[in-house]
């Protein structure tokens, strides 16, 4: 399950665990070829991994904060820090090693 985070529950959601964050745009082609594969990764690493999504149009403070320019934009945080991010659509295959070599 991937759940959709605003300026209010954002903190709370990276706070503790690995978190993966979506920043995206309804508009934006890439994004939305990526959306059913960042649901299959939230399912495929239940339990280890939470994967949260921020609109960029919606959560623009939580976008600039991250210095997210280029969507989609994934961020990987561990208890509230950033460990790594990366940017544009890619395969299941690679998004998913590039999430597990930090699980």
Same mark, same amino acid.
């Given at each position: 399950?991937?759940?959709?985070?605003?300026?209010?529950?954002?903190?709370?959601?990276?706070?503790?665990?690995? /978190?993966?964050?979506?920043?995206?745009?309804?508009? *934006?082609?890439? *994004?939305?070829?990526?959306?059913?594969? /960042?649901?299959?990764?939230?399912?495929?690493?239940?339990?280890?991994?939470?994967?949260?999504?921020?609109? /960029?149009?919606?959560?623009?403070?939580i976008s600039q904060k991250f210095g997210v320019s280029s969507i989609p934009n994934f961020v990987l945080f561990k208890?509230?820090?950033?460990?790594?991010?990366?940017?544009?659509?890619?395969?299941?295959?690679?998004?998913?090693?590039?999430?597990?070599?930090?699980?």
């Open positions: 399950m991937v759940a959709e985070l605003t300026n209010g529950s954002f903190n709370e959601f990276i706070k503790e665990g690995t /978190v993966l964050i979506d920043f995206y745009a309804d508009w *934006c082609m890439p *994004c939305v070829m990526m959306g059913p594969i /960042v649901e299959e990764v939230a399912e495929k690493f239940n339990g280890k991994l939470k994967v949260g999504k921020v609109n /960029v149009e919606d959560g623009h403070e208890d509230g820090k950033v460990i790594t991010n990366f940017v544009g659509a890619m395969s299941e295959e690679e998004f998913s090693e590039k999430i597990q070599k930090f699980l």
